[in-house]
């Protein structure tokens, strides 16, 4: 009989700190300059002046105060509004293979394994700097990892869907130790231009190392999560969508620049997404034979402060006690499928072994991922 645990993970912030009133600032300016270019397309009746950002309006909206960013100085220039990205060689190491390194290291380290002993890596993430080779497959030979690696993208809820294909992989026996990365450089497709979108996003990237445990294994030494199980489900719609991609220069007519960024109806999404994520939270419990009163922590998504309330207080019965969902929304915003994990990293003390907790993720698609883990080893 196997199991899979998680031993470890980490994080890489970027060292730009944003604040809302920073972002506002650059926004205002652009506006303003915006509306003044396009007066008289806007008194003809033919455009909509663009509102003014509001630092208030963002915390009410969203709950996020603050963002880290791969390049602030880009992001906040007002005649540019976003990062800056120098390009590199194909001899060198990509910008989203070198950030998932930094988590990587962290997480191995935590973990007491060495990069030669993960045998799957998958990188999951919301925008892929490229389409191949595989970043994952970058970051495997830089890290002298054996076995496969591969890429794939289920947008906010990457991380839950990576995690269940390796812990199928390890259950399966087609590796022994993985590695799951979520390089998150979402400042790339933010729209910074739009008082809508502007504040939504910050750039992140972490990785949980995962290893299977056999019986009659000599148990390993450190902190372990037992992954109970774990469950995906999607349901299309457009409310949330990007439409970067390949073909977009052989399209005619050619789309507008803000449909190649990331757009959605925020309040659509809301009012869609959080009674489906407590349904779906509840009856996985349900078919676990989990209580919800057993569960000690619920690491959620982390793009609407509003909606993690209410999915917690349904599933509760009550509001959520701050320890029992932690937010990192007021310190990195939307980190898009990073925001989960960081919660789990950063908030996972105060919880003896034995005892239940979920991480769960939910976005475009739409995609609601959930894994159930249990503390097997303090």
């Not at 056999?214 to 489900?233: C, K, M, N, Q």
Request: glycine share 8%; charged share 25%; proline share 4%.
């Amino acid at each position: 009989m196997s199991r899979v645990v998680v031993r470890g993970t980490g994080l890489f912030t970027p060292e730009g700190g944003v604040t809302n009133d920073e972002l506002v600032e650059s926004l205002t300016t652009a506006t303003l300059h915006w509306n003044e270019a396009n007066a008289g397309a806007i008194a003809r009746g033919e455009l909509a002046a663009r509102d003014l950002p509001s630092a208030k309006f963002i915390v009410r909206a969203s709950g996020v105060g603050h963002r880290y960013v791969i390049d602030k100085q880009g992001v906040l220039d007002p005649t540019r509004l976003r990062p800056r990205i120098r390009r590199r060689g194909e001899e060198e190491l990509s910008l989203q293979a070198e950030i998932c390194l930094s988590a990587a290291r962290e997480a191995l380290a935590q973990a007491g394994r060495s990069g030669d002993e993960i045998d799957a890596i998958v990188v999951g993430c919301s925008n892929l700097q490229r389409p191949y080779p595989a970043i994952a497959i970058e970051v495997q030979a830089a890290l002298g990892a054996g076995g496969f690696a591969f890429d794939m993208n289920v947008a906010c809820s990457s991380a839950t869907f990576a995690l269940q294909n390796v812990v199928d992989a390890l259950r399966g026996g087609h590796a022994r130790r993985a590695l799951v990365l979520n390089p998150e450089l979402t400042s790339g497709h933010t729209n910074f231009e739009l008082r809508e979108f502007h504040f939504i996003f910050g750039d992140a990237c972490t990785a949980i190392v995962l290893e299977r445990e056999d019986e009659g294994d000599e148990p390993a030494v450190g902190e372990a999560w037992e992954i109970l199980d774990t469950r995906l489900v999607t349901r299309f719609s457009n409310n949330i969508r990007n439409d970067a991609g390949f073909l977009n220069p052989c399209e005619e007519p050619a789309r507008a620049p803000h449909e190649l960024l990331f757009r959605q109806n925020g309040r659509q999404v809301a009012t869609e997404v959080s009674p489906m994520v407590a349904e779906h939270l509840r009856k996985h419990l349900a078919d676990a034979g989990i209580p919800i009163d057993r569960v000690r922590r619920l690491w959620l998504h982390q793009a609407n402060l509003g909606m993690n309330r209410a999915i917690a207080k349904t599933l509760l019965g009550r509001d959520a006690l701050p320890e029992e969902a932690p937010v990192i929304l007021d310190e990195y915003a939307n980190t898009s499928s990073a925001g989960s994990v960081i919660a789990f990293h950063r908030h996972r003390g105060g919880i003896d072994v034995g005892e239940c907790a979920v991480l769960c993720s939910f976005g475009a698609g739409y995609s609601i991922g959930s894994v159930l883990l249990r503390k097997l080893r303090a």
